[in-house]
């Protein structure tokens, strides 16, 4: 039994020991990718032009206790406060689209 217990606590630290040997190692990239990269310079993707507004469940079907017509009444209150959402939010996505975040991000540099 003592002799197990060794065995075990030596192939325990072979196996952490050997874990701590490894090499990570380095893959350059092909020729053909490398000679299609020129510049390494930070930019900016430029995002959705479109924002959606996030609007919060009205939930009147779970205080009313369920069933069919508070299911469909829960449906026409949370279209309603989305598309009011959504037209507060058009004067927003006009200011998104006319402002080049690229061009404001290599000024800064």
Request: proline share 1%; aromatic share 6%.
């Amino acid at each position: 039994m003592k002799l197990s217990k060794h065995i075990a606590l030596i192939l325990l630290w072979i196996l952490v020991l050997s874990g701590c040997a490894t090499r990570k190692e380095t893959v350059s990239l092909p020729e053909t990718v490398q000679k299609e990269i020129k510049s390494t310079e930070v930019y900016i993707e430029e995002c959705e032009k479109k924002v959606k507004a996030d609007v919060e469940s009205s939930n009147v079907r779970t205080y009313s206790g369920g069933g069919l017509l508070f299911a469909l009444i829960d449906c026409a209150v949370m279209s309603h406060r989305e598309n009011c959402a959504e037209e507060a939010l058009v004067c927003l996505q006009k200011e998104i689209t006319t402002f080049n975040f690229q061009e404001k991000f290599s000024k800064k540099n």
